[in-house]
């Protein structure tokens, strides 16, 4: 596709259930980003992926959240024992170098609800 | 610690008339800013950018002011138009580190009134 692409666009979990969110880049871009954001808040950023490096972690909430992007391309992010505060809009990115004078392109999204 | 803040939640404007939209930063070593829109319903999207070497970028309607002094900067959308309604994202990131990593502030949600 010639955008990022999310998937799936909602997903209702009960609480405690793990979820999956997969995030597909445009194809070619080396860097992709992991943000969330809940209600009424601005975007927070997860996690950073650029080639071959170790990802940057540091804005993982806890350890129940991790992400793997398999081949330098597709990215999945998990959430183990959902909670309610979980929910929000779980949103990736991808830019073409790793420099940070480029914008990253965004998906529309993955609205995760935790009842 | 909100390194980027947007301390307007909200702004209406009148179409025709200048939308102005404010961002502070606090850490200094931020020397990349940029703008993101962003509808509902979708992802952002880029808009503008800024580096810390200049203090104005100007695209057709939007221009950007950067004052590092006072570590503000501003969006102005002249005229604005009622599709420019819209939340705005203010973004920073640093060069050195190559990271990448952008730092958003909480969004203004602009409303443009025909």
């Known amino acids: 596709g010639a955008g990022v692409s999310q998937s799936p666009s909602n997903k209702v979990t009960e609480k405690g259930k793990d979820v999956e969110l997969r995030c597909d880049p445009i194809s070619g871009h080396t860097a992709l980003y992991w943000y969330r954001q809940s209600l009424g808040q601005g975007l927070e950023f997860l996690i950073y992926f650029q080639g071959n490096s170790a990802p940057d972690k540091s804005g993982l909430p806890s350890d129940r959240f991790s992400a793997e992007r398999t081949g330098g391309s597709v990215s999945t992010l998990t959430i183990q024992r959902t909670q309610q505060e979980d929910s929000a809009v779980y949103l990736c990115?991808?830019?073409?170098?790793?420099?940070?004078?480029?914008?990253?392109?965004f998906g529309q999204g993955t609205r995760l609800t935790v009842v | 610690d909100q390194q980027v803040k947007q301390n307007s939640p909200s702004l209406s404007v009148q179409e025709g008339r200048i939308s102005i939209l404010n961002c502070d930063y606090t850490n200094s070593m931020f020397d990349y800013f940029l703008w993101y829109k962003k509808y509902p319903a979708e992802g952002p999207t880029f808009l503008i950018s800024i580096s810390s070497i200049k203090d104005k970028n100007e695209d057709g309607r939007f221009t950007v002011f950067l004052n590092k002094s006072a570590k503000h900067l501003s969006l102005h959308i002249v005229p604005s138009q009622p599709g420019d309604s819209a939340v705005y994202f203010c973004a920073a990131t640093t060069g050195s580190g190559n990271t990448g990593k952008l730092i958003f502030g909480q969004g203004t949600t602009l409303q443009v009134k025909p």
């Open positions: 990115a991808s830019s073409i170098t790793p420099g940070p004078y480029t914008e990253a392109f």
